[in-house]
């Protein structure tokens, strides 16, 4: 439809708020499509396509119906109009069979009368059969003659109420007898009462009536439109047989003619009073914001649920065994070997980066490759969960019409499901950092392993003394400080300063182990945010935008 409304822009004069209205209720119908009720918004598409049509047709013609009843006289008023004897008159009834149309001017009408589904049609072009200026006037006018909307032909009232939904006016023609027909205004006019301005009421064989009973018919007919939502009606008593009222129906639609706008206020019309029917389902409340606050209650929620806690005390917990195992005394750090990894035993250990890389985009059936072994969420866990997502749901449904409050709902339950294998999936996801070793340990690692061996020399040094005593064998001289031999500060040095770098490892380990903890927690809850946004707080924030797209568009179509 966009593409129809850019493409007649050009065509039609003064048609850019009947088209700025036309591309309103398209947006409006889009942004409500699967939550407002399917038929109203298939009425809307009709309008839109209907009015697409119709701009792209010449807008200097202006289509001008005439309905009414068996007996109304309509088409003998048709033919005073013309002043050419086109419709049959009679009794019978039906009298009008098929829509005939009468066409002033030179402006091409087929391809309008064709999409009318106009068969019968008569062009009353200059200085033909009508020579003088009142001709003139009427240049630009198509006007039809509708059969008898209460036929006794199915047929017959199909083709006036497709009509009725096409023409630019309508006058509507009654009779003394029948303009207190109920099927005329529960079947036409109170649908059409939003129509009132492309709408004129003839009371027809006002010669029958005296002038005091004509001021009563009026009255009360005047009344009866009232009663059905139409105010300021214009109508017009006529006699098709002496010609009274002719001149005050021939300069209404001489105006309607000239001014050029019977269409667009017609399309406009039309837009509006679907417009009103889906704002009464749409709602006009502020939009419902959400806090983040609460987005930050439900990601502490979901932490809980998927082990976050859980998983940061075994990060803590493996740094600083593979700190003691990289940087402890080389007799000792061994023993650290015998003690299983923290996240080794919650299958964390084993996904590498480029792992992590791919399950970013893990689909569901992939799901169960990215496993842990963490604990279930407990049921208290699964109600905090429950209770934020909860919480979260009133509050962007707060206010909202029905319709808008329950697709709000749908869209966030469809988004919970899988939410549990997202947390598990988002957990594995993370990077822990098992697999970066800081620099120092290295460098601890290298002075550990130096004072090992200063130790080992001086022991060995010590021990070959042993071994000449023991064989009886004259003991080489030792070096000495100060009376101290080099082997035994070796020994008793090496093992003293190990131990010294040992400890002190293990209190920057200790502050290692926190700093990768708490960087491991920031990184899951930020893994845990865009699972908390793509499960819940986007496909709520997608309907509230679809909301505030549909109400501030259906402003603009019923502006």
């Known amino acids: 439809m966009t593409g129809i409304v850019e493409a007649v822009k050009g065509l039609v004069r003064g048609s850019a708020d009947v088209l700025t209205k036309i591309e309103a209720l398209q ?41 009414g009843a068996t007996g109304s006289g309509k088409s003998s008023l048709f033919n ?32 309008l009368l064709n999409w009318l589904g106009i068969p019968r049609r008569h062009q009353v072009a200059h200085r033909s059969s009508l020579e003088d200026a009142r001709s003139e006037e009427l240049d630009g006018l198509v006007l039809l003659d509708l059969p008898d ?43 059409l009462s939003s129509h009132a301005g492309v709408m004129i009421f003839v009371l027809n064989h006002a010669d029958e009536l005296s002038d005091e009973e004509r001021k009563t018919c009026m009255s009360d007919f005047t009344r009866l439109l009232k009663a059905d939502g139409i105010t300021n009606a214009v109508i017009v008593a006529t006699s098709a047989t002496t010609g009274d009222g002719l001149d005050d129906l021939r300069t209404l639609m001489v105006k309607r003619v ?22 009464a389902q749409c709602g006009e409340a502020k939009t419902p914001a959400l806090d983040k606050a609460d987005t930050a209650t439900l990601v502490d929620a979901l932490a809980e649920a998927a082990g976050v806690p859980v998983v940061v005390d075994a990060v803590r917990r493996s740094y600083l065994q593979r700190a003691r195992g990289a940087t402890g005394w080389p007799v000792t750090k061994w023993l650290v070997r015998f003690k299983p990894d923290p996240l080794r035993r919650l299958h964390l250990d084993r996904v590498p980066k480029d792992r992590r890389r791919e399950l970013r985009r893990t689909t569901a059936e992939e799901v ?38 329950d697709s709000v709902r749908s869209a966030i339950r469809r988004g919970e499901e899988g939410l549990s294998d997202e947390l598990d999936t988002a957990v594995a996801r993370t990077d822990l950092g098992a697999e970066r ?55 008793i040095g090496g093992v003293v300063l190990g131990v010294l770098v040992a400890v002190t490892c293990r209190l920057f380990a200790a502050v290692g182990a926190k700093r990768r903890a708490s960087a491991v927690d920031k990184a899951m809850r930020a893994e845990l945010a865009t699972v908390a946004d793509s499960h819940v707080i986007n496909p709520a924030l997608a309907e509230l935008d679809a909301y505030s797209t549909c109400r501030d568009n259906l402003s603009k179509a019923r502006s």
């Open 27 to 67: 947006d409006a119908a889009a942004a409500g499509r699967g939550r407002l009720d399917p038929v109203v918004l298939s009425e809307a598409a009709q309008i839109v396509d209907r009015a697409g049509q119709r701009l792209k047709m010449s807008g200097e013609l202006t289509v001008v119906a005439l309905a």
């Open 80 to 111: 005073a109009i013309t002043e050419l004897d086109l419709a049959a008159v009679g009794v019978r009834r039906p009298t009008t069979s098929m829509p005939l149309a009468c066409v002033w001017g030179d402006e091409p009408a087929g391809e």
């Open 149 to 191: 909307h209460d036929s006794t032909e199915m047929e017959h009232r199909l083709i006036v109420d497709r009509l009725v939904e096409l023409v630019d006016a309508l006058i509507w023609v009654v009779d003394p007898q029948k303009y207190a027909d109920a099927a005329l205004h529960n079947r036409y006019l109170k649908p």
């Open 258 to 279: 000239k001014d050029k706008k019977a269409a667009r206020e017609r399309l406009g019309a039309d837009v509006e009073r679907v417009a009103d029917r889906m704002a």
């Open 368 to 405: 169960t490759l990215a496993r842990t072994s963490l604990p279930a969420a407990t049921p208290v866990q699964r109600a905090r969960v429950d209770t934020a997502v909860r919480n979260i749901t009133t509050k962007a449904a707060a206010g909202l019409s029905r319709p808008w409050a």
């Open 437 to 491: 070793v800081p620099r120092w340990w290295s460098a601890a690692r290298f002075v550990q392993w130096a004072l090992f061996l200063v130790a080992l020399g001086g022991a060995l040094w010590l021990g070959s003394l042993i071994g000449f005593a023991y064989l009886q064998l004259d003991q080489p001289s030792l070096p000495e400080w100060q009376g101290i031999p080099y082997a035994t500060i070796m020994l």
